[in-house]
């Protein structure tokens, strides 16, 4: 059997609200991975390809829909075209989400976010939806899927959830560990027998607030009881495959430390979304 081919959310790298240019290539913006995520794909047997923004998604300024765009109908179509070319999709993590997306305003200006990679995400998943494409989100991609299908986020989880942890650290990134809890029965913990404690990275400063109608809790952390992992509702979505992780499982190296190498095993979630595509084909 051929190998089930991968597409990656692409980060984008261009000016900010604040910003009047990035400070190479002239200014034009860039989409890219980070290194893990293929990396994490390609060793658990997938083929990554990344899926470029089309230039479209570019034009777009805050409040506006790619639906509005002059050019609309070839975006769309080209985007429906790459989605025919993989047989499942993660959304990589990255920058935060513009909160203009979940019918907020940004609380401070450093919380605005990326309006522009929002909507090209999101049409992405709309496309999963309708093609029936299973669907890992990674960090911000978890968040991507709550927003999708009707949920909110804390734009600071310290700053609008005060008994939260830091679950962010620029020091010390994804070497910041987390006790993190699997429901038991979940889909996800179905995926890792006998076990429902582990720690997990954490680098993010935003998370869950209200959980889409849509989706169910498949793991937390036990000490804010901040969402963690969600995946579809059987009773919503019985034929998709919708799976959002909090941390970066792409992050863990096999040459790692042995405290990393005690964290949950980033194996089983990228193969059982590799087999749910190959059960598609």
Not at 120 to 142: A, D, M, Q, S, W
Not at 218 to 225: I, K
């Amino acid at each position: 059997m051929s190998k089930i081919k991968v597409g990656i959310s692409a980060c984008i790298l261009k000016a900010s609200r604040s910003e009047e240019r990035i400070p190479v290539f002239n200014g034009r913006p860039l989409a890219y991975v980070e290194y893990g995520m293929p990396d994490w794909i390609s060793r658990y047997g997938g083929i990554p390809l990344m899926l470029p923004p089309p230039l479209g998604f570019y034009d777009l300024k805050v409040g506006e829909k790619i639906g509005d765009h002059p050019e609309a109908d070839y975006i769309l179509q080209v985007m429906s075209d790459m989605m025919d070319s993989i047989d499942c999709l993660v959304i990589h993590g990255g920058v935060d989400m513009a909160p203009e997306s979940y019918g907020q305003t940004p609380l401070r200006p450093e919380w605005s976010g990326d309006w522009i990679r929002d909507q090209y995400e999101l049409t992405l998943f709309k496309l999963c939806l309708e093609k029936n494409k299973p669907v890992v989100g990674i960090c911000r991609g978890h968040q991507v899927i709550n927003v999708a299908l009707g949920g909110t986020l804390y734009q600071d989880t310290c700053t609008q959830k005060p008994d939260a942890l830091v679950h962010r650290s620029q020091e010390m990134y994804e070497k910041l560990y987390q006790n993190t809890v699997l429901v038991e029965g979940s889909s996800l913990q179905k995926l890792y027998p006998g076990i429902t404690a582990c720690r997990t990275n954490t680098v993010h400063h935003q998370a869950i607030d209200q959980l889409a109608p849509s989706l169910v809790m498949d793991a937390y952390c036990p000490d804010d009881n901040v969402i963690e992992a969600v995946s579809a509702s059987p009773e919503h979505y019985p034929n998709h495959y919708i799976r959002g992780i909090q941390w970066h499982p792409e992050f863990q190296r096999p040459n790692a430390s042995d405290e990393e190498r005690a964290l949950l095993s980033p194996g089983p979630i990228l193969e059982d979304l590799l087999k749910a595509a190959a059960d598609r084909l």
